[in-house]
């Protein structure tokens, strides 16, 4: 009986990635992610890097890969082939960026896995989300999670509450912000842990054209 890990991967810096995620990654056999592509070009760096030389030893390892693509749409028809694979082998489920799950597609496949008897790991690291938070300078000791907001929407003003965003819309969601919270203090955050990452409360900083995925976090402070 296999072991299902759940794995974070760097959101930008590939520097960010632990040990023993890469362990997991170069030596579980099937891989459930989001973009096989994205996936299978980061295994491979990663086992370039190990080739070049590494803190600790890999025994063995798989000589065949085998991926199996994990989307919003699709999610629940990779549960039972996942399943499948767990019977005899371990799986890494992993996202395009950061910790799965996070505003990620594999809740529903934990949870089967979980129903199922199979052993659920986390294998933690990089989270936008963290990340952020602690470099933000925002209020910590309470905040609320909010993914991406859908189009009716509240703030608890009681904390901190942070939402991602994409690019084509940041800007106007930071907008209808300051016009339902006028005295809403707002830190924006993207390219976190990359050459241009930024972390600012001046969000007249973002360019009519911006890039990458961003967070947002809205506090409410004195």
């Known amino acids: 009986m296999g072991t299902l890990y759940v794995v974070a991967t760097p959101i ?13 990654l170069l030596t579980t056999e099937v891989v459930a992610c989001e973009d096989t592509r994205h996936t299978g070009q980061l295994i491979k760096i990663l086992s370039e890097n190990v080739k ?9 390892g798989p000589l065949l890969r085998r991926f199996i ?13 996942i399943l499948a694979e767990l019977k005899d082998h371990d799986v890494a489920l992993v996202s395009d960026a950061g910790t799965p799950l996070i505003s990620d ?12 008897g199979y052993k659920v790991s986390p294998i933690p690291g990089p989270s936008a989300l963290i990340a952020a938070l602690s470099a933000a300078g925002v ?49 924006v ?24 995925e961003w967070v947002i976090l809205i506090s409410f402070d004195q």
């Open 189 to 212: 955050a993207s390219e976190l842990t990359k050459i241009h990452e930024l972390i600012t409360m001046n969000y007249e900083q973002i360019s009519d054209s911006p890039k990458g």
């Open 139 to 187: 209020p910590t000791d309470k905040f609320v999670f909010r993914g991406f907001l859908p189009k009716k929407w509240e703030l608890d003003t009681s904390m901190t509450n942070v939402i991602y965003e994409s690019p084509k819309r940041v800007k106007n969601t930071i907008e209808q912000i300051k016009l339902k919270y006028p005295t809403a203090k707002i830190t």
């Open 52 to 60: 070049k030389g590494t803190p600790f030893t890999l025994e063995g």
């Open 105 to 116: 597609p594999g809740f529903k496949i934990v949870r089967a896995a979980r129903s199922e």
């Open 69 to 81: 693509s994990v989307r919003d749409w699709n999610e629940k028809e990779s549960i039972d082939k």
């Open 12 to 24: 930008g810096n590939l520097e960010d990635i632990t040990l023993r995620a890469i362990r997991i």
